[in-house]
C-alpha cells in the first residue's frame, strides 16, 4: 500500500515540527519501504541553505529523534538524494513560480506524476496566503493530485476557524485538506476502535446500563517550554481540548460506523460532537470545568518556576495551564454518563490515559458483605506506555471469601521487537494515500470551537474561578469536587 510518487513540500523546514517529527517520519517511511523512490521533498523556509546544509539538518534530526538510525550509508545517500532546499519569500509569488518550474524537474528526475503534498508547518495566520500564492504560482496545475496537510491551530474560535476555512476554500476542496491533529495518529487511539468492536466482552457494556463514568487525562510534566508566547493565548482548553481531548471522546462514544471507511467513521465522531450537552450559562461552566494555572513547586529534586515566570508570559496571566471538564453526551448510548476530561502542564507524569469505569455489581449480597467491591476498569494506555489492562475482583487466594481487584494486562510497549510507528508517520503516509480517516473534517473542528468556545466566553467574562495549584502536583483540589458530586474520583494513573 506505497501511495504514488508525489512531492512533498514542507513549509517551515527549518522549525522544530520539521527537526523532531516530519524528518524522521520520513526516513522511518522510507525505510519500510513505504516511499519507493518515486519522491522528492523541497524544504522550504525564509533562511538561506544550500541542499548540503539541509541534508546535514536532515541527518542530525533523524539520528536525534528518530526510532530508525541512518546507520547505512548506502540507504541514506540514496534517501538524502531525493531532499532539496529553497528559500522562499512565502509572501512573493514570484518564489512560488520558481518553485513550480523546480517541482517540474524533480517530477521529471524521481519519475513522479504531477502529485503534491503540501505540507504547512507554519503558523496558521500564513495557511491562507500560502495557498493563495501555491494557486497564483501555478502549482496546482501539474496533472496529479494536489493536497494541504495544516497542522493546528485551526483557528482561536468559531468565526475565526470559520475565516481559515473560507480562505483555504477558495484554493482546495475539503477533500483535499488533512487537518492533523496528531493524537489520531496514536496507534493506541487507533486501537480504541478495534478493542470497541472487535471484542464481544466490551461492545455489548458500552452504554450507560453498565458504564458509570469514562475518565480521559492527558497529563504533562512539561511547562510552556519556550512557547509561552503561543500558548499564554492559547491555554489548555484550546491547545489541547478542543482537539486531542474532544477526539478521543469521539472515539470512545462514537456508535459503530457502518463501514470502516473515512467518511463513515468521521461521520460517527461528528454526531458525538454534535450531541455534547453546551453548557448554557457562565454558572454552568464554573459548575462542570475547573481551571488551574501552576505556580512555582518542585518535581522530583527539580525546583520549578510558576507559569507567570515563563518566558514570553505575561506577569498578570489568566490563562489556564490545566483544565478538567465534565462532559455529557447527550444521545441514547450516553445519557447520564459523566465523561470526565482532565489536561495540564506540570502534572506529576505524562501520560495519556483513558479509564471506563463500570456500573457496580447489584449490591452486592454474596461478597460485598465484608469489603467494598471495586469497580471493574477498562484502561486504556495511550502513552507512552502502551496498552490495556482490565481489573476484576478475584478471590484472595487462602482467604475464605475474600475478594481482592486484580489486574488483566497486555501491554503493547513492553513486547520485545515492537518499534511502534510514530504518529507522524502515520498520518504522512495516510495523506499521501488520501486517506484522511484520522484527520479532523471541518464539521468536526466547528462543533469541537463551538463547545469550547462557550466555556471561553465563561472564563473571559468571569476570570474568578482560575486556581493556582503548584507544579508537580495534581493540579487543582477543585477538580476532584467535579466527581465527587457524583460519587466517583479520579483514578490514579500509572
Ligand atoms: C500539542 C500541544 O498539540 O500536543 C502541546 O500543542 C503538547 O502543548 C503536545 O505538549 C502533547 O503531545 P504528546 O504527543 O507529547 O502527548
Known amino acids: 500500500n506505497s501511495p504514488e510518487g508525489a512531492v512533498y513540500y514542507l513549509f517551515g523546514a527549518t522549525g522544530d515540527l520539521a527537526r523532531r517529527k516530519l524528518f524522521p517520519a520520513l526516513f522511518s517511511l522510507y525505510k519500510e519501504g513505504k516511499l519507493s523512490e518515486k519522491f522528492a521533498v523541497v524544504g522550504l523556509a525564509r533562511r538561506a541553505r544550500s541542499n548540503e546544509q539541509f541534508r546535514s539538518d536532515l541527518y542530525e534530526s533523524i539520528n536525534e529523534f528518530c526510532r530508525y538510525k541512518a546507520d547505512d550509508t548506502e540507504l541514506w545517500t540514496r534517501f538524502a538524494e531525493h531532499f532539496v532546499y529553497m528559500s522562499l519569500d512565502i509572501n512573493n509569488v514570484d518564489g512560488f513560480r520558481e518553485l513550480s518550474l523546480l517541482s517540474a524537474e524533480l517530477d521529471e528526475k524521481f519519475d513522479i506524476p504531477g502529485n503534491r503534498l503540501f505540507y504547512l508547518a507554519l503558523a496558521p495566520s500564513l495557511f491562507g496566503p500560502v495557498s493563495l500564492n501555491l494557486r497564483d504560482g501555478g502549482l496546482l496545475e501539474s496533472k496529479g493530485w494536489h493536497r494541504l496537510v495544516i497542522e493546528k491551530p485551526f483557528g482561536y474560535d468559531l468565526p475565526s476557524a470559520q475565516k481559515l476555512n473560507e480562505q483555504l476554500g477558495q484554493v482546495f476542496k475539503e477533500e483535499e485538506i488533512f487537518r492533523i491533529d496528531h493524537y489520531l495518529g496514536k496507534e ?12 464481544a466482552f466490551f461492545e455489548p457494556l458500552w452504554n450507560n446500563n453498565h458504564i458509570a463514568n469514562v475518565q480521559i487525562t492527558l497529563s504533562e510534566t512539561v511547562g510552556v517550554e519556550e512557547r509561552g508566547g503561543y500558548y499564554d493565548k492559547s491555554g489548555a482548553l484550546r491547545d489541547m481540548g478542543q482537539n486531542h481531548m474532544l477526539q478521543m471522546l469521539t472515539m470512545i462514544a462514537m456508535e459503530p460506523p457502518s463501514r470502516l471507511h473515512g467518511e463513515d467513521i468521521r461521520d460517527e465522531k461528528v454526531k458525538v460532537l454534535r450531541s455534547l450537552r453546551g453548557y448554557k450559562s457562565n454558572e454552568e461552566v464554573r459548575s462542570h470545568v475547573v481551571r488551574g494555572q501552576y505556580t512555582a513547586g518542585k518535581l522530583g529534586n527539580k525546583e520549578l518556576s510558576g507559569y507567570r515566570q515563563e518566558d514570553s508570559v505575561g506577569e498578570e496571566s489568566a490563562t489556564e495551564t490545566y483544565f478538567a471538564a465534565k462532559v455529557f453526551v447527550d444521545n441514547f448510548r450516553w445519557a447520564g454518563v459523566p465523561f470526565y476530561i482532565r489536561t495540564g502542564k506540570r502534572l506529576p507524569v505524562k501520560t495519556t490515559e483513558v479509564v471506563v469505569e463500570f456500573k457496580a455489581m447489584p449490591q452486592n449480597v454474596l461478597f460485598a458483605q465484608k469489603h467494598e467491591l471495586s469497580p471493574n476498569l477498562l484502561v486504556i494506555r ?30 503493547q510497549s513492553c513486547m520485545i521487537g515492537i ?10 503516509h495516510d495523506a499521501a494515500r488520501g486517506d484522511s480517516t484520522y484527520f479532523t473534517r471541518w464539521d468536526e473542528v466547528s462543533h469541537a470551537w463551538e463547545f469550547v468556545d462557550r466555556i471561553a466566553k465563561g472564563w473571559r467574562e468571569d ?13 487543582p483540589a ?16 500509572n
Open 382 to 411: 495511550v502513552n507512552p506506555m502502551e496498552g490495556i489492562y482490565i481489573k476484576i475482583n478475584a478471590k484472595k487466594p487462602g482467604a475464605d471469601n475474600d475478594v481482592q481487584p486484580v489486574s488483566m494486562e497486555f501491554c
Open 463 to 475: 476570570s474568578s474561578d482560575l486556581e493556582p495549584y503548584p507544579a508537580g502536583s495534581w493540579g
Open 188 to 199: 493506541m487511539v487507533q486501537n480504541i476502535q478495534v478493542i470497541r468492536f472487535a471484542n
Open 419 to 428: 518499534n511502534t510507528p510514530e504518529a507522524y508517520e502515520r498520518l504522512i
Open 478 to 493: 477543585k477538580a476532584n469536587e467535579l466527581l465527587a458530586e457524583q460519587g466517583h474520583h479520579w483514578w490514579p494513573v
